[in-house]
């Protein structure tokens, strides 16, 4: 209002900011942003064992992938690659920091919860496959998108596409067994992606893949992420890196930040 006399309303102003602080400071997780990231990493560490013979795998990580990004992580062997991804899915927790997936902290989750949250926004293709033996490959992609209460044909039509889309268009009965590593590693990337998910973590997924296949698996995971999913890549290889919007190297359980760039590279030509 014009007549309202200006000192009152500057007043006003400042309750205002000092409402929001106080709100922002006794919210139940004040540090959860309400953005775009999918999934935020806040000073995430973790520590294997205790005392002398501990390990530190992850040294106050922060990481943020927004819908639309695909992140490449590079670094030599045990610089904690694997344990950033696990920690991000929710698989492990860490020993300290934060982990936030769509806005959730994973810590203010329960079990189901996080459970829940993996099924439905998250796909993973494991550095060493973890498919179930016991299924076909169709059963094996279905499978997450039946536990989330997908009715069978729909799940498993699904599923034939993405398997159809990794080539394996003949491969749909075969159990994994009967199947090379190549071929498993597809079966792995197609139940990631299936169902569209919003966080993909893929740990080397065209580790045991031809170059051909290689690049058909990397063409698919950048379309998913140009449809909206958050991604991360695990790759020792700067050609499948050169998909990813941004590089992000370990060391030691460390981001190598910016202006170690120059290490960063050398990191890149000797990682393998
Ligand atoms: N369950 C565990 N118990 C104890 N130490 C572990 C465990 N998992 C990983 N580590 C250790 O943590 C460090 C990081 O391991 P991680 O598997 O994350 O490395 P990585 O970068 O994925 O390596 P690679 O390229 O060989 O897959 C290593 O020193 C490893 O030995
Ligand atoms: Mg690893």
């Given at each position: 209002?014009?007549?309202?006399?200006?000192?009152?309303?500057?007043?006003?102003?400042?309750?205002?900011?000092?409402?929001?602080?106080?709100?922002?400071?006794?919210?139940?997780?004040?540090?959860?942003?309400?953005?775009?990231?999918?999934?935020?990493?806040?000073?995430?560490?973790?520590?294997?064992?205790?005392?002398?013979?501990?390990?530190?795998?992850?040294?106050?990580?922060?990481?943020?992938?927004?819908?639309?990004?695909?992140?490449?992580?590079m670094g030599a062997s045990g610089s904690?690659?694997?344990?950033?991804?696990?920690?991000?899915?929710?698989?492990?927790?860490?020993?300290?920091?934060?982990?936030?997936?769509?806005?959730?902290?994973?810590?203010?989750?329960?079990?189901?919860?996080?459970?829940?949250?993996?099924?439905?926004?998250?796909?993973?293709?494991?550095?060493?496959?973890?498919?179930?033996?016991?299924?076909?490959?169709?059963?094996?992609?279905?499978?997450?998108?039946?536990?989330?209460?997908?009715?069978?044909?729909?799940?498993?039509?699904?599923?034939?596409?993405?398997?159809?889309?990794?080539?394996?268009?003949?491969?749909?009965?075969?159990?994994?067994?009967?199947?090379?590593?190549?071929?498993?590693?597809?079966?792995?990337?197609?139940?990631?992606?299936?169902?569209?998910?919003?966080?993909?973590?893929?740990?080397?997924?065209?580790?045991?893949?031809?170059?051909?296949?290689?690049?058909?698996?990397?063409?698919?995971?950048?379309?998913?992420?140009?449809?909206?999913?958050?991604?991360?890549?695990?790759?020792?290889?700067?050609?499948?890196?050169?998909?990813?919007?941004?590089?992000?190297?370990l060391r030691?359980?460390?981001?190598?930040?910016?202006?170690?760039?120059?290490?960063?590279?050398?990191l890149?030509?000797t990682s393998r």
């Amino acid at each position: 209002m014009t007549d309202q006399p200006p000192r009152r309303r500057d007043l006003r102003d400042v309750e205002t900011r000092i409402d929001d602080r106080a709100r922002a400071a006794s919210a139940p997780s004040s540090g959860v942003p309400r953005d775009d990231a999918v999934l935020r990493l806040v000073g995430v560490s973790r520590v294997y064992g205790s005392g002398e013979t501990s390990i530190t795998a992850l040294a106050g990580v922060d990481l943020e992938v927004r819908g639309g990004e695909l992140v490449a992580i590079m670094g030599a062997s045990g610089s904690g690659k694997s344990t950033l991804l696990s920690i991000a899915g929710g698989l492990q927790e860490p020993t300290a920091g934060e982990v936030i997936v769509e806005n959730r902290a994973l810590s203010s989750l329960d079990a189901r919860e996080v459970a829940r949250l993996r099924r439905r926004s998250l796909g993973f293709v494991f550095q060493d496959f973890n498919l179930i033996p016991t299924l076909t490959a169709i059963e094996n992609v279905a499978l997450p998108l039946e536990l989330d209460g997908e009715r069978r044909r729909p799940a498993r039509r699904l599923a034939e596409a993405a398997l159809d889309s990794v080539g394996l268009d003949e491969k749909h009965d075969a159990y994994p067994d009967d199947l090379s590593g190549g071929q498993q590693q597809r079966i792995a990337i197609a139940r990631a992606v299936v169902g569209g998910r919003r966080l993909i973590l893929a740990d080397e997924p065209t580790g045991a893949l031809d170059s051909v296949t290689g690049e058909a698996v990397m063409r698919m995971l950048r379309a998913r992420v140009d449809d909206g999913a958050a991604a991360i890549l695990v790759t020792h290889e700067a050609r499948h890196a050169a998909w990813a919007d941004r590089i992000v190297f370990l060391r030691d359980g460390r981001v190598i930040d910016e202006s170690q760039r120059e290490s960063a590279d050398v990191l890149l030509r000797t990682s393998r």
